[in-house]
């Protein structure tokens, strides 16, 4: 489904560069669920972009669905970001002046939906993570807990073949985190495939593929095989 073939990225920092991903072969099949470790630096971060299509790299390739991304127009990368991936962040990025089923019709205006058939679909799967109670209620007035499901929500819109969450328990309280992550994991059992980047070791470890990555260098943590 997704592969990554010899993918390197560097940044310029002043004088010196930072390779974020070093030489990073991967390849990640249908309803996989893993989880990518590593410290801040480490290239998480840009692991995740690479794989949502936010950012090209230097050399190397991006392979969805048996298709070459990394010299498509960004046109083209971007209708498979939007029919192919949902995207989990940290901060939530709820757009602060809309409700919550506004905010989960987002993706669905870009997709040429009419406004009944947004205000249909999004209510749908609010009611589904129990939210339909919130549904006309501001970011502003929902919990922490909420407002990630809220995102969950907006980012299962669109019915994506992939989930990529960057820490998604980051900015929730242990019962909150609870709640999601095994929302998440349920998603995952119904066939979406489920990459986590955290911090967390304990969230890290519940998937069945672990990956670590320092220094740029990938690495499968159960099967002890290097990626880079």
């Known amino acids: 489904m997704i592969k990554l073939e010899q993918v390197t990225k560097t940044y310029q920092l002043g004088e010196h560069p930072l390779v974020a991903l070093d030489n990073v072969n991967l390849n990640i099949t249908n309803g996989d669920y893993l989880s990518v470790m590593g410290p801040s630096g480490s290239g998480k971060s840009t692991l995740l972009n690479m794989i949502g299509l936010l950012d090209r790299p230097d050399s190397g390739d991006v392979i969805i669905d048996q298709q070459s991304t990394t010299q498509l127009e960004e046109?083209?990368?971007?209708?498979?970001?939007?029919?192919?991936?949902?995207?989990?962040?940290?901060?939530?990025?709820?757009?602060?002046?809309?409700t919550a089923v506004e905010n989960v019709e987002v993706p669905l205006m870009l997709?040429?939906?009419?406004?009944?058939?947004?205000?249909?679909?999004?209510?749908?799967?609010?009611?589904?993570?129990?939210?339909?109670?919130?549904?006309?209620?501001?970011?502003?007035?929902?919990?922490?807990?909420?407002?990630?499901?809220?995102?969950?929500?907006?980012?299962?819109?669109?019915?994506?073949?992939?989930?990529?969450?960057?820490?998604?328990?980051?900015?929730?309280?242990?019962?909150?985190g609870q709640e999601v992550i095994e929302l998440l994991e349920s998603v995952n059992q119904s066939g979406l495939t489920l990459l986590v980047v955290t911090h967390d070791l304990q969230l890290g470890s519940r998937a069945p593929r672990k990956l670590q990555i320092v220094d740029g260098k990938l690495t499968e943590v159960e099967q002890h095989r290097a990626f880079s």
């Open 111 to 176: 997709g040429g939906y009419s406004a009944n058939q947004r205000r249909e679909k999004a209510l749908n799967i609010l009611r589904k993570l129990d939210l339909e109670n919130r549904a006309s209620h501001l970011p502003k007035q929902l919990s922490g807990g909420q407002l990630q499901r809220v995102a969950i929500a907006r980012s299962l819109i669109m019915e994506p073949s992939i989930l990529l969450a960057d820490e998604p328990t980051g900015n929730l309280d242990s019962k909150s």
């Open 75 to 98: 046109e083209s990368r971007a209708i498979i970001r939007r029919k192919k991936i949902g995207f989990i962040f940290q901060s939530f990025q709820l757009i602060q002046r809309l």
